[in-house]
């Protein structure tokens, strides 16, 4: 497709469970990003990869979340033993280059994770 | 760190009227500036943005300034539509070792009554 694809759409989980999230960039962006929104608030950053490798995971909250982009495309969010804080909408972008101000970053249109 | 406030909302306003929506930030260096809308139902788009002090970035009738004197870049139309009921955010990308790094503020909801 033209954007970025995350799926699902919609996630409802109890709690405790394990959740994974998927995001397919743009074809062509090296860059990959996964922001969380909370209710109420803008995104906050949680990890950004260059390629295959995460060139900054200084935003993931704890050690319950895990990202991958094995292939340098496709990414996975993962979460183990959800808690009813994780619930939020997971954004993802990519863009072309590396870094630079005239990089623009390309949203998808989230997953909505709700924990039960 | 880098942090964006801008204006609280919800805002409401009459089609053809004047719209502003303040934003400030804290960055060190020189940072990037955005607006971004997101419509109803739909992902985040980049809207408007400015990479030095006095750039104007505009876009669909929508302006903003980055004024490094006052930290600021403020959001205007002169004619809201309905169209443009939206949440929007005002972002930065820090310099240096962090300018791939979006800091939103937090989103003002518009709405626009016909």
């Known amino acids: 497709g033209a954007g970025v694809s995350q799926t699902p759409s919609n996630k409802v989980t109890e709690k405790g469970k394990y959740v994974e999230l998927r995001c397919d960039p743009i074809s062509g962006h090296t860059a990959l990003y996964w922001y969380r929104q909370s209710l109420g608030q803008g995104p906050e950053f949680l990890i950004y990869f260059q390629g295959t490798g995460a060139a900054d995971d200084s935003g993931l909250p704890n050690d319950r979340f895990f990202a991958v982009r094995p292939e340098g495309s496709v990414s996975t969010l993962k979460i183990q033993r959800t808690e009813r804080g994780d619930s939020a909408v997971y954004l993802c972008?990519?863009?072309?280059?590396?870094?630079?101000?005239?990089?623009?970053?390309?949203f998808g249109q989230g997953t909505r994770l709700t924990v039960v | 760190g880098d942090s964006v406030t801008q204006m609280e909302g919800p805002v409401t306003l009459s089609e053809e009227a004047f719209l502003t929506i303040n934003c400030t930030y804290t960055?060190?260096?020189?940072?990037?500036l955005f607006w971004y809308v997101q419509y109803p139902g739909e992902g985040l788009q980049l809207l408007l943005k400015?990479?030095?002090?006095?750039d104007k970035g505009s876009n669909k009738g929508f302006e903003a300034t980055y004024r490094k004197e006052t930290t600021s870049f403020h959001l205007e139309k002169g004619s809201v539509q309905v169209s443009d009921s939206a949440v929007y955010f005002c972002?930065?990308?820090?310099?240096?070792?962090?300018?791939?790094?979006?800091?939103f503020g937090k989103g003002t909801l518009l709405t626009v009554n016909p």
């Open positions: 972008a990519s863009s072309l280059g590396d870094r630079g101000r005239n990089t623009e970053a390309f």
């Open positions: 400015a990479t030095k002090a006095d």
């Open positions: 960055a060190t260096g020189y940072p990037s």
């Open positions: 972002a930065l990308f820090g310099s240096g070792g962090s300018n791939y790094k979006l800091t």
